[in-house]
């Protein structure tokens, strides 16, 4: 079993978004057996709220079904429990390290970095264009599952 945890600012917007398009297409591809995917924040700002309104019509746009889920924050005990810890963007990362100590174990990077990318998956919270975020996360889920099951 591989066990990914994507995190974003508040578990609201971009990583619930992530962890509902990687069970999409680990789903797709018949190896729902195989991942436990997770997603929290590095905040406690939305701790509980459920996904951001527009977040979720742009899934059900999309058709990828998002199961209930309501914000919560990582820990420190979250480092040895996941074998990936995917973060949205830099600040993220920075959080990450600061409420895990470090990465020894080389498990956190940015979800853009499986696309050839290093850039930040674009805020939707700020930008309000879920249509850009959603591309990017479907681009990296799909390029980091390409990864694990090559």
Not at 84 to 103: E, K, P, S, T
Request: a negative charge; charged letters at 25%; hydrophobic letters at 35%.
């Amino acid at each position: 079993m591989i066990n990914i945890l994507f995190v974003c600012h508040g578990n609201i917007c971009r990583s619930p978004m992530a962890q509902f398009v990687m069970e999409w297409l680990v789903e797709q591809r018949g190896l729902k057996e195989n991942y436990y995917i997770d997603s929290k924040a590095t905040s406690t700002e939305e701790l509980g709220n459920p996904p951001y309104p527009p977040a979720r019509r742009k899934m059900l746009q999309e058709g990828i079904p998002m199961r209930s889920h309501q914000a919560s924050q990582i820990s420190r005990s979250d480092y040895g429990k996941f074998d990936y810890i995917i973060g949205m963007d830099d600040a993220n990362i920075r959080n990450m390290l600061r409420i895990f100590g470090g990465d020894p174990d080389d498990k956190i990077c940015k979800l853009r970095e499986f696309t050839g990318s290093y850039e930040d998956i674009a805020d939707p919270w700020y930008t309000g264009n879920f249509d850009i975020t959603y591309d990017q996360v479907l681009a990296g889920c799909t390029a980091f599952l390409d990864k694990l099951e090559s």
